[in-house]
C-alpha cells in the first residue's frame, strides 16, 4: 500500500478519476489514511465502485457535479457537495482552480513501447487533472486496456503503484415494458446514417436494441456502454457516413463490463477523447443527422427538464445533458430526445408536471423532443400553450385530466 504522506499534504486538493476509470486502489488508501494527513478535499466526477460511503469517507470532504451512481448515499447524508456544471465545464475550472486540484489520481493501463500509459476506460477531464496537479499518481492496473486516445507518459507520473485487480464495472440494467415502450418512440428517430449519443441504463440499452435494422450508423458521446460492441459486431455502427472522425467513435468514457473493456482494448474504431472534443459545441456542429438521448427526472408542462433534484432528494446531476441537446436540436437532419417513463413510485406520481420541484436542468427554449412510453412530444417551435398539449398527450392517462386543468392558465394567457 503505498504511503500517501510522503506525496499527499495537508489541506491538498484531490481530484479522482472517474466512473469506471476510478482508481480504486488509491480510493481506498485515502480512506484509509486521510485522516492522519488532515484537511483534504476531494473531486470525483462521478462513482460506481461503492468506495465512498458516509462512515467511510469521513476524513476529508468530498464533492462531486452530482449524485451519479454510487454517490446517492454521500448526497443523502449530506455528505456531498454538489458543484453545477456541464461536463464540458469540469476541465475548464480545473484549469482555472475553480475545482482545486494538488493532486491527481488517476488509473491508466500498463506502457506501452514508448513509456505511453493509456488512461483506458475515460478520457473526459484527466488531461486537465495531470497538467494542474503538483503530484500525479498512478494506478497501473495490468487489467486496464489500452484504448486509443488520451494517454499520459511515464515521465510525467510522481508516482506508479502497480496493481492487477478488474476496473470498476457495470452491469446492464434490467428493461422493463415501461423502457421498452419509450425505447420504441425514441429509436423511430434515429435513421440510417444517424450519428448517435446516449448515455448507459435501462432506457440506453433498450434503444441500442431496436437499432439492428439500421446502416452506417456513426457514435460520438459522453459515455457508452456493452450495447455499442453488439452494434459494430453486428455491423450496424460503421461511421462511415460522419463528416468527421469517418470510421471511429468518438467517447469520452466506457461504462460497462469486461466484455466491452475487452473490445476496446487496442482497437482502432474507438477512440477516447477529453471533453474538449466529445462536448465542444464547435465539433458537434460538424456532426448532421446527430440524435442526442438523454434524460430526466420530470418535465413540466412547458418543457422545463429536471434531471437532477426531486423535493429534498438530490438524485441526478447537470451532466453533459445541456451540451449534447442543443447540439442536437441543431444538427441538420437530427434531433434532441429527452426519455423519461410517464409516471414514478409504481405509477403514484406524474413525470409529467405543472411545474418542476426541482431546478431546471435544460432551459425549455432549448429542449426539442419528449419521449415517454405513450410517446413523442415535438416541442421546437411550438407556442406554450401548444406545448401543455403535447405534453398531456404522452403523460399517464391517469394525470392528463388533472395536468388538463393546471395547463388553463398558460392557454388563457399564452404564456
Not at 513509456?115 to 477531464?125: A, P, Q, T
Not at 448517435?196 to 435501462?202: F, H, Y
Request: proline fraction near 3%; aromatic fraction near 4%.
Amino acid at each position: 500500500m503505498i504511503d500517501l504522506a510522503h506525496y499527499v499534504q495537508r489541506g491538498d486538493r484531490i481530484v479522482f478519476g472517474q466512473a469506471c476509470g476510478e482508481p480504486t486502489t488509491l480510493v481506498e488508501a485515502l480512506i484509509e489514511q486521510g485522516a492522519g494527513i488532515g484537511d483534504l478535499s476531494a473531486f470525483i466526477a462521478t462513482s460506481f465502485s461503492g468506495l465512498f460511503t458516509p462512515a467511510s469517507a469521513d476524513s476529508f470532504a468530498l464533492s462531486s457535479m452530482g449524485a451519479i451512481g454510487a454517490l446517492r448515499s454521500m448526497s443523502k447524508a449530506g455528505r456531498l457537495g454538489i458543484i453545477p456544471a456541464h461536463v464540458s465545464q469540469i476541465g475548464p475550472m480545473i484549469d482555472a482552480g475553480l475545482i482545486g486540484c494538488d493532486v491527481a489520481m488517476v488509473q491508466v493501463s500498463p506502457a506501452d513501447a514508448e513509456g505511453n500509459h493509456s488512461f483506458g476506460l475515460i478520457g473526459d477531464h484527466v488531461q486537465a487533472m495531470v497538467a494542474k496537479a503538483r503530484v500525479v499518481i498512478a494506478e497501473v492496473n495490468e487489467q486496464v486496456p489500452f484504448t486509443p486516445g488520451e494517454t499520459i507518459h511515464a515521465s510525467r507520473i510522481t508516482h506508479a503503484v502497480q496493481v492487477s485487480r478488474a476496473p470498476v464495472e457495470v452491469a446492464a440494467a434490467a428493461i422493463s415494458e415501461t423502457d421498452e415502450g419509450i425505447a420504441r418512440h425514441a429509436a423511430a428517430w434515429i435513421g440510417d446514417g444517424s450519428v448517435i449519443q446516449t448515455g448507459v441504463g435501462a432506457v440506453p440499452d433498450a434503444i441500442l436494441r431496436l437499432l439492428h435494422d439500421r446502416k452506417d450508423l456513426g457514435v460520438h458521446s459522453g459515455m457508452l456502454g456493452d450495447g455499442l460492441v453488439d452494434l459494430v459486431e453486428a455491423g450496424v455502427v460503421t461511421n462511415a457516413r460522419k463528416a468527421i472522425d469517418r470510421g471511429v467513435s468518438i467517447n469520452g468514457a466506457l461504462i460497462g463490463t469486461s466484455r466491452l473493456y475487452r473490445w476496446a482494448d487496442r482497437n482502432p474504431a474507438i477512440r477516447m477523447c477529453n471533453t474538449s472534443y466529445t462536448h465542444d459545441a464547435a465539433v458537434l456542429a460538424q456532426l448532421e443527422r446527430l440524435v442526442t438521448i438523454n434524460s430526466a427526472i420530470e418535465v413540466d408542462l412547458t418543457g422545463q427538464v429536471n434531471a437532477e433534484q426531486t423535493g429534498a432528494a438530490y438524485l441526478g446531476g447537470t451532466g453533459g445533458q445541456v451540451d449534447f441537446v442543443r447540439a442536437g436540436a441543431r444538427s441538420p437532419g437530427g434531433c434532441s430526445i429527452i426519455a423519461l417513463a410517464a409516471t414514478a413510485k409504481g405509477g403514484t406520481i406524474s413525470k409529467i408536471v405543472p411545474a418542476l420541484s426541482g431546478p431546471v436542468t435544460t432551459a425549455r427554449s432549448d429542449v426539442d423532443v419528449i419521449v415517454t412510453e405513450y410517446g413523442a412530444a415535438e416541442l421546437k417551435g411550438q407556442t406554450l400553450a401548444e406545448r401543455t398539449r403535447r405534453l398531456i398527450a404522452i403523460a399517464h392517462p391517469d394525470f392528463r385530466e388533472e395536468l388538463d386543468r393546471a395547463a388553463h392558465d398558460i392557454r388563457q394567457r399564452g404564456f
